[in-house]
Nanobody
Framework: QVQLVESGGGLVQPGGSLRLSCAAS????????MAWYRQAPGKQRELVAI??????NYADSVKGRFTISRDNAKNTVYLQMNSLKPEDTAVYYC?????????????WGQGTQVTVSS
């Protein structure tokens, strides 16, 4: 099994920044993509950013503000979040793909809470 542990969330004022981290461990043989999702209360889960091969993609709502990066040696993915807005408030989760399979959401970590409020 693969374990995912997210960290780095917190309370930040609008316009502020946070850097999230997610470390994968366990039965890892070859992670070829990593992603961040978020879920706000009462809303559907949203794909925020994905890093696959040498490319990255972002949800329109975070383009230009968030940056996903990876440390493959550490099996860790980061999400640098700048110019945060109240609508970014959510629990953030990471996911990884090995071969052609992403982890099912039931195997994800606990997530990390991000609250943007003055």
């Amino acid at each position: 099994q693969v374990q995912l542990v997210e960290s780095g969330g917190g309370l930040v004022q609008p316009g502020g920044s946070l850097r999230l981290s997610c470390a994968a461990s366990g039965s890892i043989f070859s992670i070829n993509a990593m992603a961040w999702y978020r879920q706000a209360p009462g809303k559907q889960r949203e794909l925020v950013a994905i890093s696959s091969g040498g490319s990255t993609n972002y949800a329109d709502s975070v383009k230009g503000r968030f940056t996903i990066s990876r440390d493959n040696a550490k099996n860790t993915v980061y999400l640098q979040m700048n110019s945060l807005k109240p609508e970014d408030t959510a629990v953030y989760y990471c996911n990884v793909r090995q071969g052609s399979s992403w982890l099912k959401s039931g195997s994800w970590g606990q997530g990390t809470q991000v609250t943007v409020s003055s």
